[in-house]
């Protein structure tokens, strides 16, 4: 996983449609003010190898699972607990907030070779379309 916190770290983004969203995001947000993740969340680029249970353990962020009613994806009665699930032209875009300021994570899983086939099932399932996305 590629954890965003400035500049340099998003230029490591190969996909230039995919940096341009990040840029978006992190301009719309941080709205001129310096990087804070007390204030602004963490920024998370899923990479091949990264696991829904992997971004778990290392966010404490239930992707995979709701934890208000204990049913996993896959199962019959599965509901994300993400705010917001979209989908990109060229990735899934998926944020939780964590506290009343505002602060959470958000994920942008690339529509990649490599990326976890569960995570891209998930997004694919639950995600709805964003404005610059192409009709499915």
């Keep these: 996983m ?3 916190h400035d500049r340099s770290s998003w230029d490591r983004v190969a996909d230039p449609d995919l940096r341009r969203l990040i840029e978006l995001r992190f301009s719309q947000v941080l709205d001129g003010e310096p990087y ?3 204030r602004h969340g963490e ?3 899923v990479e091949p190898g ?3 249970e992997s971004l778990e353990e290392a966010t404490g962020v ?4 709701n934890p208000f009613t204990e049913v996993r994806y896959g199962q019959l009665d599965f509901l994300p607990v993400c705010e917001v699930l979209e989908e990109h032209a060229t990735c899934h875009e998926m944020v939780y907030i964590l506290n009343d300021d505002g602060a959470g994570v958000t994920f942008f899983i690339p529509k990649s070779p490599g990326i976890d086939a569960e995570l891209l099932s998930l997004c694919a399932a ?3 379309q964003s404005a610059d996305s192409p009709s499915r």
Excluded: H, K, Q
Excluded at 62 to 65: E, G, Q, V
């Design 62 to 65: 239930p992707i995979l699972s």
């Design 50 to 52: 990264d696991t829904g």
């Design 36 to 38: 804070d993740p007390e």
């Design 2 to 4: 590629l954890r965003l």
């Design 43 to 45: 920024w998370i680029v």
């Design 126 to 128: 639950f995600a709805t």
